[in-house]
């Protein structure tokens, strides 16, 4: 088992930036390709990034490529979430997810990862 806890969020303007993180404690960190997720009132929850367990690889949703940029501190056993240029229609509640399954990062769909975290509330006002 992996335990992961959110932080990071909150009200931001839009064109400004955020940097999520995720920490992680239980089962080694290392072991786990790590995604992030968000759900916006009324929608399903939708792929925002993912990366791979050493970090070597990552993929992201298109609505974020050039925005986005998800890391990982595998000493800090942390994942994170760069947001810069954000808009409106990012506004959701975002996650972040553990796989167990080693698909070099590239797992996209929700039900794929195996743990998650609670997420945290990113408003950004237009």
């Known amino acids: 088992h992996v335990q992961l806890v959110e932080s990071g969020g909150g009200l931001v303007q839009a064109g400004g930036s955020l940097r999520l993180s995720c920490a992680a404690s239980?089962?080694?960190?290392?072991?786990?390709?790590m995604g992030w997720f968000r759900q916006a009132p009324g929608k399903e929850r939708e792929f925002v990034a993912s990366?791979?367990?050493?970090?070597?690889?990552?993929y992201y949703t298109d609505s974020v490529k050039g925005r986005f940029t998800v890391s990982r501190d595998n000493a800090k056993n942390t994942v994170y979430l760069q947001m810069n240029s954000l808009k409106h229609e990012d506004t959701a509640v975002y996650y972040c997810?553990?796989?167990?399954?080693?698909?070099?990062?590239?797992?996209?769909?929700?039900?794929?990862?195996?743990?998650w975290g609670q997420g945290t509330q990113v408003t950004v006002s237009s």
């Open positions: 239980g089962r080694t960190f290392s072991y786990y390709d």
């Open positions: 990366i791979s367990r050493s970090g070597g690889n990552t």
């Open positions: 997810a553990a796989d167990s399954l080693n698909t070099y990062g590239s797992t996209r769909y929700a039900s794929g990862y195996d743990y």
